[in-house]
T-cell receptor, first 114, second 113 residues
Framework: GAGVSQTPSNKVTEKGKYVELRCDPISGHTALYWYRQSLGQGPEFLIY????????DSGLPNDRFFAVRPEGSVSTLKIQRTERGDSAVYLC????????????FGPGTRLTVT | GDSVTQMEGPVTLSEEAFLTINCTYTATGYPSLFWYVQYPGEGLQLLLK?????DKGSNKGFEATYRKETTSFHLEKGSVQVSDSAVYFC????????????FGTGTKLQVIP
């Protein structure tokens, strides 16, 4: 079946602009995660959804970052007033549910802020 | 907070050589431990996992043993192939779940024929 998909694959934006990154999880997966991977680093947890609600948003770096999952499927990560330091690969993962289920990762969106 | 430390790369080996990638962790309680792999141009994939002390995870010829006493989870393979060239990430999550995975910085492995 289809895996986790993310759009766009690449996004270049100017400093100060607003961006939205989309994640389509595997069908039927109720848990969804966002991570950020900076160059030469491992992925860093941002936020975890169980269904429509954010169960853990402790990894969001500041209030410019926000994520939604209104219908419990597709999720959008929103970044306001982008800064050059936001440049990274943003990864989305999904799993069957809360608990010891494997996370399946998407290919990521590479965000470049100029 | 939780953290994972793994050996820096890149690691370059000849085909059929023995591989070890060291990984140590800091965490409260008894986390679950993982190795993820990222092949060139592909997304992260779970390679193997162990959920309690002395468990051995294994997959595709790779093995790692959960060592509580040394807080380690070293990745090994007896004979690497060119197709094993990838970036390998050691990771952990709180006991009982996969949520909020904490990753190491990754080790790039290059296997030459």
């Amino acid at each position: 079946g289809a895996g986790v998909s993310q759009t766009p694959s690449n996004k270049v934006t100017e400093k100060g602009k607003y961006v939205e990154l989309r994640c389509d999880p595997i069908s039927g997966h109720t848990a969804l995660y966002w991570y950020r991977q900076s160059l030469g680093q491992g992925p860093e947890f941002l936020i975890y959804f169980q269904g429509t609600g954010a169960a853990d948003d402790s990894g969001l770096p500041n209030d410019r970052f926000f994520a939604v999952r209104p219908e419990g499927s597709v999720s959008t990560l929103k970044i306001q007033r982008t800064e050059r330091g936001d440049s990274a690969v943003y990864l989305c993962a999904s799993s069957k549910g809360q608990g010891a289920y494997e996370q399946y990762f998407g290919p990521g969106t590479r965000l470049t802020v100029t | 907070g939780d953290s994972v430390t793994q050996m820096e790369g890149p690691v370059t080996l000849s085909e059929e050589a023995f591989l070890t990638i060291n990984c140590t962790y800091t965490a409260t309680g008894y986390p679950s431990l993982f190795w993820y792999v990222q092949y060139p141009g592909e997304g992260l994939q779970l390679l193997l996992k162990a959920t309690k002390a002395d468990d051995k995870g294994s997959n595709k010829g790779f093995e790692a043993t959960y060592r509580k006493e040394t807080t380690s989870f070293h990745l090994e393979k007896g004979s690497v192939q060119v197709s094993d060239s990838a970036v390998y990430f050691c990771a952990l999550s709180p006991r009982g779940g996969y949520q909020k995975v904490t990753f190491g910085t990754g080790t790039k492995l290059q296997v030459i024929p």
